[in-house]
C-alpha cells in the first residue's frame, strides 16, 4: 500500500491557456527544485476550482508531477464560476448545484474536445514537464472529461483516472463510454457506492475489455458520491486515500515517474 504524506508547500502558478473560444484561467503545483517531470492534467468535479482543488493538486505534485488544472467554465468568466461556501454541506448542495447546472450542460462534448486539445498542447509545451506521455484525472463531471480527453488523444495519453465519476456511462449517442476502445492508456476508475448501476459498470468493461488495455474499476465501500472531496459532506478519509493508493502506482507506472 502506498501512503499520501503531507509534502511541503509546491511551487505554484496562475497560467492563462489560449483555446479556440477564449482564454482559460489555470493553476499549476509542480515540484520545487526545478528539471522537468511528467505531466498530468487534472479536471475538477462540478464545484470547479477551489482551495480544496488546488491542496490536491500540490498534494500530487509532491510525488513528482506537474499538475495542470483549468478552470472548465471559463467562457462563463474567471474562476469561481460561482459562489462557494467553504463547506459544501447538504443544506448548501441544492442552491449551489441549481446555480452551476446550466454551465454543465452547456459544457458539451464538442467544447471538451477542443479545450482538451488546447489543454493538451499547453501542459506538454512548459518548461517543466517532461517530454513523455502524460496522465490525465478527474472527478465527478471531470472523469468523463477526462476519458474524451483520453480517447480523443490516444497517443499522449498513458494513464487516465476517473473517481466518482458522473456522466461516464449513460444513454446519449455521444456518452463518453461509447469511445474507450479507442484507447491506448491504463484506466483506473473508482466508484462511490452508487455511482453506475451493474449494467452501467459491466457497459464500463466491456469498454475497456474491447480496448484491451489495463484498466481497474472498483467499488470504493462506504463511500458516497464526491469522496474524495473534504470540502463537501460527502467525504470519506478512507476513500481518499484508497485514491491515492490506486492513483500513484497508475501515474508511477505508465508515465515512467523517478
Not at 503545483?29 to 476550482?49: I, K, Q, S, W
Not at 465527478?140 to 472529461?145: H, K, N
Not at 456522466?167 to 473508482?190: E, N, W, Y
Not at 463511500?223 to 459532506?233: I, K, P, W
Request: with cysteine.
Amino acid at each position: 500500500m502506498i501512503f499520501a504524506v503531507t509534502v511541503p508547500a509546491m511551487p505554484t502558478k496562475n497560467l492563462h491557456i489560449p483555446t479556440p473560444d477564449g482564454t482559460a484561467d489555470a493553476f499549476a503545483a509542480f515540484p520545487d527544485g526545478g528539471g522537468r517531470h511528467p505531466g498530468v492534467l487534472l479536471y475538477t468535479d462540478a464545484f470547479g476550482m477551489r482551495p480544496v482543488i488546488e491542496e490536491m493538486a500540490g498534494e500530487l505534485a509532491g510525488h513528482g508531477y506537474y499538475v495542470l488544472v483549468p478552470h472548465i467554465y471559463y467562457r462563463h468568466g474567471p474562476a469561481p464560476a460561482v459562489d462557494l461556501p467553504e463547506h459544501i454541506g447538504e443544506a448548501e448542495r441544492p442552491a449551489v448545484i441549481a446555480q452551476l447546472m446550466p454551465l454543465v450542460e452547456a459544457h458539451t462534448a464538442e467544447r471538451v474536445l477542443r479545450d482538451a486539445e488546447a489543454y493538451l498542447g499547453f501542459l506538454t509545451t512548459q518548461p517543466e514537464v517532461g517530454a513523455g506521455p502524460v496522465g490525465v484525472i478527474g472527478y465527478c463531471m471531470g472523469a468523463a472529461l477526462a476519458m474524451r480527453t483520453a480517447t480523443a488523444h490516444p497517443g499522449q495519453v498513458a494513464a487516465v483516472a476517473g473517481f466518482h465519476p458522473g456522466f461516464l456511462v449513460t444513454d446519449a449517442p455521444d456518452s463518453p463510454h461509447r469511445d474507450i476502445p479507442k484507447l491506448t492508456a491504463h484506466v483506473h476508475v473508482g466508484l462511490a457506492e452508487g455511482d453506475l448501476s451493474p449494467e452501467g459498470i459491466g457497459e464500463l468493461n466491456q469498454a475497456l475489455d474491447a480496448a484491451g488495455v489495463g484498466y481497474t474499476t472498483e467499488i470504493y465501500p462506504d463511500t458516497v458520491h464526491g469522496f474524495t472531496m473534504a470540502d463537501t459532506d460527502a467525504f470519506s478519509p478512507a476513500g481518499l486515500q484508497r485514491h491515492w493508493d490506486r492513483l500513484l502506482p497508475l501515474l508511477d507506472g505508465a508515465l515512467a515517474n523517478g
